[in-house]
């Protein structure tokens, strides 16, 4: 298979005034790259007969598919065929389906056909019309230059219907997309994106297939490896290979594939071995236990928790003594390690894990803001593993991270 | 004022992987919008060095502002700076004050330095580099012929809080905008967007200058009134007389202003009573609590709270009596009530409220998937309103329009 350059161009002003955001470039580059097509660029231009006509010359130089969607409707600032004839000398036609279609709706809806909903049916001569199961305006795909060029309403599900209906089998008939491509995400925890990328900068260095991409977000990186293959198993045989070499380095990281998260393999390590749960909040005010139910399932392991924001909480709520907190304070290893021995007790869990700390603005009993305690402790064992740490961010940022990290400590603790 | 062309280029394989889409885009040009500064191109390209520079050239070539989002990280393939260099020959330095943020932050966290995290200080000679108050690598602001160029981190948060810190001031003085835009958003709950568009129906086909723009969210509505005039006093004149109009139909369901919440509200309005509140949260799991506590100063009036998953850590843990458990079950207006009142006695807290019902993804207790049940109690006068809802949407969606009824319901009750 030839290296196919594709490129996406929304065409619509209200992308431009930020009204809504380019959804359909981005499931667009999700499908074509599941089809080992390569897009290169997305653009975005407004309803301007000139800029439009500028960015589908540029598109035209560089691309060899080009993906335009938006600007086909019926109303005056709807001028992709304009700028795509003016650069192409192509002539147009109505489309007869898509007149008697226009015409069957009317007629149904009692309504008077105005002139402009005959601008919908306007096909390229010498275009491959694409019908439109969820919409009127058809899609079309057009040679011009030796490029390809696939119009398509601007509408998500016209478009995906379109897409899904005809572009793809047409992409997969006439590219000869014998090639399969099949991609994995390895999730990591406990480790920065620059720190995982720096242990496999070798790996990373000489990626070509599969291809290694890493992908950061709040307290945690992806790996995505992605092989291009004649077979579905020859790809997975490709990734497999690297997956060895990239956990041989990182693997103390590594907590699962796709769409899994850190509380879901928590969720199902606790399952898997019959034990349950409970949480004692204070900084993290109940985020710990909301993002834990958030789970299918969650109720088979999760007891329930107690969210102990106050001292009075800590104390007359969870039975906190007032010997720990008068001696070490509410934001100390030992209150955090009571806590932790309290919420197990009360729920009868196998675990307990608590989140004592300071999320800000304000410095707290002393402490600086983002001094945080996570305890957990094991009711079968009666061995309490309590941490400190110290979070860089904003009150949120805080606490999104104090909460992934007890995620991070569960998860290290269930699977030794 | 001259008219700026301004252009959004996002760096970032991810997006054209369709790993993400580009809200940075939108989020950039609703900005530019309201400051009157016409967006006429966005353009995406990956992380490759001669796609980048093309797409830097058109940019240069035919905006007068270009902002750049993405690719300033550590990662070697993190190259905005190497191709803004290779088009504009500008040399690099290393900013002191990044170098000295980075290695505070590596020293902190304990962790080790790695070379690659010296590129995130690297800015052009002659930039005027921007502080990042929500990350490592700084943005920056460069002339390179007679046109703008700004350069800012591709992860949101940090991205955002460039902008209005130092981007948007900067516009505002350098480019004379002495255009005014005043924009105020109006906030509703318990109202849907097509109810409170049809109130105003009138108003909306009329609007010119204010423009009035609904903007629906999770459970709630926003309504933003945006004026354009010579003078800030001459632009809040317009916006005020418009909202004297909506607020004379619909200020039944208004309850704020712009960057504030419905629990942001709530806690205002608990504090200015000298109040306070204690959560018992059995489907939600901790959301409502996890949601309050977002707020600065919610210690003061949030007392805590228990997530009551289980029917055994309802009556253990919150006292729920077995005889209401046993005859009503657990999904009840009765078991709601005597959750509220419970916990506001075990929290001392003026108010108690209380979530109970099937998030599903199965019925429980014979009730179907959406059967909710709210109930707050005031231990000042020892009365209880308890609703009953019905809420569709999967797991989450349920959840999330349970903690926003709650929050409205006790608005109300606060506001009467």
């Given at each position: ?10 065409v619509?002003?209200?992308?431009l ?26 653009g975005v231009v407004g309803d301007n007969l000139d800029r439009a006509k500028s960015l589908f ?26 700028a ?333």
């Amino acid at each position: 298979m030839r290296a196919y350059k594709a490129e996406i161009i929304a065409v619509g002003t209200e992308l431009l005034l930020g009204q809504i955001a380019n959804t359909n470039a981005q499931w667009l580059s999700k499908k074509l790259a599941d089809y080992g097509i390569g897009v290169y660029f997305h653009g975005v231009v407004g309803d301007n007969l000139d800029r439009a006509k500028s960015l589908f010359t540029h598109a035209g130089e560089r691309s060899d598919i080009i993906f335009v969607t938006g600007g086909l409707g019926p109303t005056d600032d709807d001028l992709t065929r304009e700028a795509f004839q003016s650069i192409s000398n192509k002539k147009m036609v109505e489309d007869n389906e898509t007149i008697k279609k226009i015409e069957r709706y009317f007629h149904k809806s009692n309504r008077q056909m105005t002139p402009n909903n005959r601008k919908q049916s306007l096909v390229f001569e010498d275009a491959q019309v694409l019908a439109n199961s969820a919409g009127m305006a058809p899609g079309m795909i057009v040679e011009h230059n030796q490029k390809i060029w696939i119009f398509m309403p601007g509408v998500p599900r016209e478009m995906k219907a379109i897409m899904t209906e005809h572009v793809l089998p047409y992409l997969q008939k006439e590219l000869q997309l014998n090639e399969v491509i099949e991609s994995r995400m390895l999730r990591f925890i406990g480790v920065g994106e620059s720190q995982l990328e720096h242990e496999l900068k070798d790996l990373i260095e000489k990626q070509q297939n599969p291809t290694i991409a890493p992908l950061a977000s709040e307290g945690e990186v992806g790996l995505r490896l992605t092989a291009k293959a004649s077979s579905k198993k020859e790809a997975n045989d490709l990734i497999n290979h690297i997956e060895k070499q990239v956990l041989d380095k990182v693997g103390a990281f590594f907590y699962g594939y796709d769409e899994t998260s850190i509380s879901k393999q928590v969720l199902n390590l606790l399952k898997n071995n019959n034990m349950t749960i409970a949480a004692a909040e204070s900084l993290t005010g109940g985020k710990f236990s909301s993002d834990f139910v958030t789970n299918n399932g969650a109720s088979e392991v999760f007891m329930g928790g107690v969210v102990c924001y106050s001292i009075k909480a800590k104390q007359d709520v969870l039975d906190v003594s007032s010997n720990v907190i008068e001696k070490f304070g509410t934001i100390s290893r030992e209150c955090a390690e009571e806590m932790a021995v309290k919420v197990s007790g009360k729920h009868a869990s196998t675990f307990g894990i608590s989140f004592t700390g300071v999320a800000g603005p304000d410095p707290s009993e002393g402490k600086e803001v983002g001094s945080v305690f996570i305890s957990v402790y094991n009711r079968l064992t009666g061995e309490s593993i309590t941490k400190a740490y110290h979070f860089h961010g904003d009150r949120n940022a805080i606490r999104n991270r104090t909460v992934k990290k007890g995620f991070e400590l569960l998860h290290n603790i269930l699977n030794q």
